[in-house]
């Protein structure tokens, strides 16, 4: 295993990375980005074990449904690899099971490149997600037909791919991409249907860096931004060669879509155990602010922290249910539900925003105006703040102040825009979770049930 330096050193690979006009030389030393370098780097530490056959329990492959159940809490401590590798291993070995069997060598690599992730303890981010050009249209009737990834070139030893995939989470940290089609092709979209791990410092990689981090020296003002944040990359993969053993997929249209399926129900997955944290979070500041504020007792602040903790009850029932129905696939993996995964994202991401508006109702305009926590350090000013911003019984201007700080911080400044983003769109909008959840639902089961239920005959077309 690796610790958290010689993560650091990993980094010296040649990685081309830019951030907002400027060549990064050096990304652990950068003011911003190297605080998401910290965030992976502790990660390493919290794990590393210096035995020789050690390996990290968050690459271990889950064989029954509790075996999965008793992982949740592991993904609470994951520190970027749950977006890291975790995802990357489950995605290849749920996808290599529904491929099934093959003359193909593509299971083989497969299973060989998941075993040097978790031998070698490298961190593997996922790239599916194209620029996509005009949304309705094809690939091959896009003006740029590098709108989605493609294999440009073919040679004995392995293929050139060109195109870019954005908003990749943690993509300047990892040291490989998972790359793989974003959607199902058709035939005569072979060069499309490209599955391939590529390292980040191959020549013709560049990755574009966005960051919702904190950019002030006190960060007193922003407590969950000022770390943890582990920044977007947006990938650009310029006449990259792959070799073959690194190549997954090439030119089988019939499966393009199995990778983009599987890795989205561990990204859903992944969302509903973020999704379930967050939501306990919201109802554990909702009661804060409302106890701050003098209001605990008043019906329409009652009502509306109620409804935040049906929220996050509902959203946490989801996520057991999906990984308690877990299915174990002929090769061993438990996989989780389906319907329960989908179902659970979507309802999560379509009340997000409404969770968050009864927060900012009870909490009062000072979650965006309060002082900055440096006011209070003002001799001149600084007891003024204090005994405005206090609210009696005990409750100081300090605290109340630092608490509508936070619930600025998540849900209203920089990073709260990024997070209420993120909760609609990682792993897919809702429209994609309402087709899977659909496809997966027990329709004829339902008509069944509906017919008995009210003594009714089916028609013989049904
Ligand atoms: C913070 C963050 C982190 C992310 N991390 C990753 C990552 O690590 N790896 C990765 O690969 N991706 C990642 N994503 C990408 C995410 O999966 C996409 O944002 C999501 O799938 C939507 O794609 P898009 O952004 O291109 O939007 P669009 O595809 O443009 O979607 C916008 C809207 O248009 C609709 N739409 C689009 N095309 C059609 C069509 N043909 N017909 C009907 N409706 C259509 C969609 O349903 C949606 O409502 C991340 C996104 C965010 C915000």
Not at 162 to 177: N, S, V, W
Not at 322 to 340: N, Y
């Amino acid at each position: 295993m690796l610790d958290g330096e010689q993560y650091r050193k990993s980094l010296d690979d040649g990685r081309v990375i830019y951030f907002e006009g400027a060549r990064v030389p050096d990304l652990a030393e950068h003011p911003l980005l190297g605080r998401a370098v910290d965030t992976v780097a502790d990660g390493y530490d919290h794990w590393y074990d210096p035995r020789e056959d050690a390996r990290n329990p968050l690459t271990n492959v889950s064989a029954s449904s509790a075996d999965l159940q008793a992982m949740l809490p592991l993904f609470d401590e994951a520190d970027g690899l749950l977006n890291l590798t975790y995802q990357t291993i489950m995605c290849l070995l749920t996808a290599s099971s529904r491929i099934g069997d093959s003359d193909a060598p593509y299971p083989a690599r497969m299973a060989a490149y998941v075993r040097d992730l978790q031998a070698n303890d490298l961190r593997s981010a996922l790239c599916i997600t194209d620029a996509k050009g005009n949304r309705s249209l094809p690939p091959l009737r896009q003006e740029d037909p590098d709108a989605y990834l493609r294999v440009v070139d073919r040679r004995p030893d392995g293929v050139v791919i060109r195109g870019a995939k954005l908003h990749i989470t943690a993509g300047a940290l990892a040291h490989d991409f998972l790359v793989m089609p974003t959607k199902a092709m058709k035939p005569g979209e072979e060069d499309y249907a490209i599955c391939c791990s590529v390292p980040i410092g191959s020549p013709g990689v560049s990755v574009v860096c966005r960051t919702s981090a904190a950019r002030v020296e006190d960060t007193r003002d922003f407590p969950v931004s000022r770390d943890g944040v582990l920044s977007e990359g947006f990938v650009i993969f310029d006449d990259v060669f792959v070799p073959n053993d690194r190549i997954f997929l090439d030119g089988e249209v019939e499966h393009a879509a199995v990778f983009a399926h599987s890795l989205g129900l561990w990204e859903r997955l992944k969302a509903l155990t973020f999704m379930a944290d967050d939501a306990d979070v919201l109802v554990g500041l909702a009661q804060l602010i409302a106890d701050a504020n003098g209001l605990t007792r008043v019906p329409h602040i009652r009502e509306k922290i109620n409804d935040i903790i049906i929220y996050a009850t509902l959203v946490r029932s989801g996520l057991l249910a999906a990984v308690s129905s877990s299915k174990v696939t002929p090769e061993g993996v438990a996989v989780p539900d389906e319907c329960f995964t989908n179902a659970a994202k979507f309802y999560g991401a379509e009340n997000y925003a409404v969770m968050v508006r009864h927060l900012h109702d009870i909490a009062g305009g000072s979650v965006v105006t309060a002082p900055s926590m440096a006011d209070f350090d003002n001799a001149e000013i600084g007891p003024l703040v204090e005994k405005y911003m206090a609210t009696g019984s005990g409750v100081t201007g300090r605290y109340r102040t630092a608490l509508m700080h936070a619930i600025r911080d998540l849900t209203a400044d920089t990073y709260g825009g990024h997070n209420a983003v993120i909760q609609l769109q990682a792993g897919g909008g809702l429209h994609a979770q309402r087709l899977v959840t659909r496809k997966h639902y027990d329709m004829a089961g339902a008509k069944r049930r509906a017919l008995e239920r009210t003594r009714l005959e089916a028609p013989a077309s049904a």
